[in-house]
């Protein structure tokens, strides 16, 4: 892995800062937000392990392209805030993912900063073929337990669009969407967005 962190060094065009290279696992906070300061590639970050994500493919950023703007011109009206991958979002100390889309319902939440926020009211994955359990198990762990009113997940392997929103301190299906339905959001009252045109998005 440390080959990957002088590689995503060199890519950004200048070297690490010294002191900048600790063992996997040995990074902290500080550490990471300085390493992804100077890179472009997303690069999350969990209990001191650095863990590079797969650059995005066409098909994502089309997908997420629709999406993000979907959500934008609903919330933007109404006084929120969406951003897209790659802002830094952290879940807690020792914890920055980054996800697709990140929204606040209200753009000055004071967890919205601007070098990464702290915290958001929604996200959005797009699911990647490298590792589906990221998004689909994990992130849906992380986000409940970090607090995170709704969690979608789009899924062009299989072309579903499944909303979470939660109860307690986890996740229940709002929605489970297919080709032909309409996905609609439990926290944006109004929202919704047809599963043809996002998949079929270019």
Not at 43 to 60: Q, R
Not at 183 to 193: D, E, K, V
């Amino acid at each position: 892995m440390k080959g990957v962190i002088r590689s995503l060094s060199r890519r950004a065009g200048r070297p690490l800062p010294r002191g900048l290279m600790p063992r996997q696992g040995c990074f902290t906070d500080e550490q990471y937000l300085a390493l992804t300061d100077h890179v472009r590639r997303p690069v999350e970050f969990s209990d001191g392990f650095i863990e590079p994500l797969p650059m995005p493919t066409d098909k994502h950023q089309a997908i997420l392209e629709f999406v993000f703007f979907m959500f934008k011109a609903f919330l933007a009206p109404r006084g929120g805030k969406v951003r897209f991958a790659s802002l830094r979002l952290q879940l807690r100390p020792g914890k920055f993912r980054v996800p697709d889309i990140l929204m606040l319902l209200d753009a000055h939440d004071p967890r919205r900063e601007n070098r990464f926020w702290k915290g958001a009211d929604a996200v959005v994955e797009v699911v990647s073929d490298d590792d589906p359990k990221r998004d689909l198990v994990q992130k849906k762990r992380e986000y409940a337990q970090a607090g995170y009113r709704e969690y979608w997940i789009v899924n062009p392997l299989i072309e579903t669009i499944t909303v979470y929103k939660l109860d307690g301190k986890r996740y229940v299906v709002h929605g489970r969407f297919r080709r032909g339905h309409t996905a609609t959001s439990a926290l944006l009252r109004g929202f919704s967005m047809t599963v043809d045109d996002v998949f079929d998005a270019d």
